[in-house]
């Protein structure tokens, strides 16, 4: 385990409420194991890429918030909101990132109790090609119950090599982080599914157009994967 990966590990357990710890000059490539450490201890950990959905999450829910500069004077603004919800926070912040919240909120600068070093790196393998998948099935599926239907369509677009629109993506977030989770896709494209997983990503593919109203997209999804797998529709 990394040193710095452990020493948030055990501010996060040795926190009774809330606190903000700071990954600083932090790179994509280093955000899929940091999460899959902290899942280790928090399988409910959520990953944001915009700091407003914080609003929503339980009290004392553990997060790790991929900042952008301009969610500065939000963060600066809304802090409040980490205190009254006991919120423990990871910020995973570019190193421009950073020195804009040390200067665009420095009240919310303050409040950050650790500071941690990202290394340099390349990205970890997420595990054996099969347990990758089921991860991703799994996240799909979760995505889908919790209401969160078009993150669900991206993330099996993605896996399946179907066109996404850009303003989609752009809106993506997942539940580790839209960074991490692309990563993680493309590594997974080289990967050949066999029918059964196909099957069953067109199928919550098919689930997520229609939790959004699509349901004549969803009929075409539907007609694709049976043609795709050589299903004959049936006969009346």
């Known amino acids: 385990m990394n040193d710095w990966i452990a020493e948030i590990r055990q501010g996060l357990r040795l926190s009774p409420r809330g606190v903000l710890i700071l990954v600083d000059d932090a790179v994509p490539e280093r955000l899929g194991g940091l999460v899959r450490a902290l899942l280790a201890d928090h399988p409910d950990l959520e990953v944001l890429a915009r700091p407003s959905g914080l609003i929503d999450l339980p009290d004392g829910a553990v997060v790790v918030l991929v900042p952008e500069a301009e969610d500065a004077a939000w963060l600066n603004i809304n802090r409040p909101v980490f205190a009254r919800k006991s919120l423990k926070v990871v910020l995973f912040c570019r190193r421009e990132v950073t020195e804009v919240l040390a200067r665009e909120a420095p009240d919310f600068y303050d409040w950050i109790a650790q500071r941690h070093e990202c290394p340099p790196g390349v990205a970890e393998p997420f595990g054996q090609p099969p347990r990758r998948l089921d991860a991703f099935r799994a996240l799909a599926t979760t995505l889908n119950r919790s209401g969160r239907a078009t993150d669900a369509e991206v993330l099996l677009r993605k896996l399946l090599t179907l066109p996404v629109e850009a303003d989609l993506e752009s809106r993506f977030l997942g ?55 050589g299903k004959s529709p049936p006969t009346s």
């Open 175 to 229: 539940l580790k982080a839209r960074e991490a989770v692309l990563a993680f896709v493309r590594d997974t494209e080289a990967i050949e599914l066999d029918p059964q997983t196909r099957k069953a990503l067109w199928t919550e593919l098919a689930l997520a157009l229609r939790s959004q109203g699509r349901h004549l997209e969803a009929a075409e999804v539907e007609a694709q994967r049976d043609q795709e797998l």
